[in-house]
């Protein structure tokens, strides 16, 4: 299993970004993805997430209304779409894959709920 985060960059205060998880090795379809940034001197820390289907989706309080997670389980691929960003955003964003059995339940939030990581890739907010 593999998966591969893409898209960080150095962004102005008030810029856009998205970033990109692909995943191979896994029936994409089948796992709930996540987003989670660590910044520096700091605990990793939930981000977002989405169900297996898409349906449904729950993010953290401090990028709620700014970030919008989504998904293409046809290109096993799951986004992270930032807009608004702010300089403490500035992060290693890591997206992580749940095996899950049914599209419903609770969403999972905490790291160690995940089976599989990607290397991150950073996200630099400047002023």
């Known amino acids: 299993v593999q998966l591969q985060a893409s898209g960080g960059g150095l962004v102005q205060a008030g810029d856009s970004l998205t970033v990109s998880c692909a995943a191979s090795g896994l029936t994409f379809s089948g796992y709930d993805m996540g987003w989670f940034r660590q910044a520096p001197g700091k605990e990793r820390e939930f981000v977002a997430t989405?169900?297996?289907?898409?349906?449904?989706?729950a993010y953290a309080d401090s990028v709620k209304g700014r970030f919008t997670i989504s998904r293409d389980n046809a290109k096993n691929t799951a986004y992270l779409q930032m807009n608004s960003l702010k300089i403490e955003d500035t992060a290693v964003y890591f997206c992580?894959?749940?095996?899950?059995?049914?599209?419903?339940?609770?969403?999972?939030?905490?790291?160690?709920?995940?089976?599989?990581w990607g290397q991150g890739t950073q996200v630099t907010v400047s002023s």
């Open positions: 989405i169900k297996r289907s898409g349906s449904s989706t």
């Open positions: 992580a894959a749940r095996r899950t059995l049914t599209n419903g339940g609770r969403y999972y939030t905490r790291s160690d709920e995940y089976n599989y």
